[in-house]
């Protein structure tokens, strides 16, 4: 059970766009369509931006999208706003388990 | 308005053990898979454990397998987390959070504020 590999940071100006990365193995992201997507600002709990891959859950802007690619899934913002600013996770079904990424503290500058 | 309510942390000595508890309300609790999620100060999101809508899939993390038993009593709307022989490593923040299926499968659409788990001596 390993985590999940995401980058540490990752910065944008507003407006601008962002990709967030998360690399596993055949056993979780590139076995399942169960991935998904957190933000969390500090002091708060954890809110999930992407399901299943690709789905976002109402009340989530669609400036926030996620894709998968083999073992690497990832999550685009698009028109970065201050409010993004935050620390991100990804998460995968891995059989019976899930698995974290260890997280990556998006910058908006 | 779904809620889910976290107690039972608080501070416990190496090896000696602590139930949590999560109280849901505002949803069909026995429709859904329920997980415990850690955080430990300062550090990223762990998954600890989860259990299906009827208590027939139960998955636990490699660091929590063997001392950590998750259980829920769909009469209470409850879940819980029985933790044994704990160590300085499991002291973290636990949340309680609601899957968005039945089955385990990691999509984590609520979550409580969480409870504090500090294990020293």
């Known amino acids: 059970q390993s985590a999940l590999t995401q980058p540490r940071s990752v910065s944008g100006s507003p407006g601008q766009s962002v990709t967030i990365s998360c690399t596993g193995t055949s056993s979780d992201v590139g076995g399942y369509n169960y991935v998904s997507w957190y933000q969390q600002h500090p002091g708060k709990a954890p809110k999930l931006m992407i399901y299943?891959?690709?789905k976002r859950p109402s009340g989530v802007p669609d400036r926030f999208s996620g894709s998968k690619s083999g073992n690497t899934a990832s999550l685009t913002i698009s028109g970065l706003q201050a409010e993004d600013e935050a620390d991100y996770y990804c998460?995968?079904?891995?059989?019976?388990?899930?698995?974290f990424g260890g997280g990556t503290k998006l910058t908006v500058l | 308005e779904v809620q889910l309510v976290e107690s039972g942390g608080g501070l416990v000595q190496p090896g000696r053990s602590l139930r949590l508890s999560c109280a849901a309300s505002?949803?069909?609790?026995?429709?859904?898979?329920m997980h415990w999620v850690r955080q430990a100060p300062g550090k990223g999101l762990e998954w600890v454990s989860g259990i299906s809508w009827n208590s027939g899939s139960i998955g636990y993390a490699d660091s929590v397998k063997g001392r950590f038993t998750i259980s829920r009593d769909n009469a209470k709307n409850s879940l819980y987390l029985q933790m044994n022989s704990l160590r300085a490593e499991d002291t973290a923040l636990y949340y309680c959070?609601?899957?968005?299926?039945?089955?385990?499968?990691?999509?984590?659409?609520?979550w409580g504020q969480g409870t504090l788990v500090t294990v020293s001596s």
């Open positions: 998460c995968s079904y891995a059989g019976s388990h899930g698995v």
């Open positions: 299943d891959v690709s």
């Open positions: 959070a609601k899957d968005k299926g039945w089955m385990i499968r990691g999509n984590f659409d609520y």
């Open positions: 505002g949803f069909t609790f026995d429709d859904y898979a």
